[in-house]
């Protein structure tokens, strides 16, 4: 398999020639090691860290912090709203079920 050649080829058909030809399993080993290498050499260049600030680094942990304090409160808001309908739910009673109404009742209760 030539170089300029290397771009045809899709994986069902590189696996078709692996079992079809001996000869083509030894290029096709080549073609996978030299994609792998491109691609994880690819994959690097996106992923450099050492290209952002000292100063970027420190905002951004910084942001990331506050949305954490921010999920945080979130939190404990859902819980709060969680255990208000739990304690509701205790105190509704269905009167009355057709096809198009529910009719319920609520108790009262004191809040401590």
Same mark, same amino acid.
């Given at each position: 398999?030539?170089?300029?050649? $290397?771009? !045809?080829?899709?994986?069902?058909?590189?696996?078709?020639?692996?079992?079809?030809?001996?000869?083509?399993?030894?290029?096709?080993?080549?073609?996978?090691?030299?994609?792998?290498?491109?691609?994880?050499?690819? @994959?690097?260049?996106?992923?450099?860290?050492?290209?952002?600030?000292? @100063?970027?680094?420190?905002?951004? !942990?910084?942001?990331?912090?506050?949305?954490?304090?921010?999920?945080? $409160?979130?939190? $404990?808001?859902?819980?709060?709203?969680?255990?208000?309908?739990?304690?509701?739910?205790?105190?509704?009673?269905?009167?009355?079920?057709?096809?198009?109404?529910?009719?319920? !009742?609520?108790?009262?209760?004191?809040?401590?």
């Amino acid at each position: 398999m030539r170089k300029n050649q $290397k771009s !045809k080829y899709n994986l069902p058909v590189v696996l078709d020639s692996i079992q079809n030809s001996q000869s083509h399993f030894k290029n096709s080993v080549c073609f996978f090691e030299e994609y792998t290498c491109e691609s994880s050499i690819h @994959s690097a260049s996106n992923v450099s860290i050492g290209t952002i600030p000292n @100063s970027q680094l420190s905002k951004m !942990k910084f942001d990331l912090e506050h949305i954490r304090s921010i999920m945080f $409160k979130m939190q $404990k808001k859902l819980d709060h709203v969680e255990n208000y309908f739990e304690q509701i739910s205790k105190n509704i009673e269905v009167i009355k079920r057709n096809s198009k109404r529910i009719i319920i !009742k609520i108790q009262q209760t004191t809040q401590q």
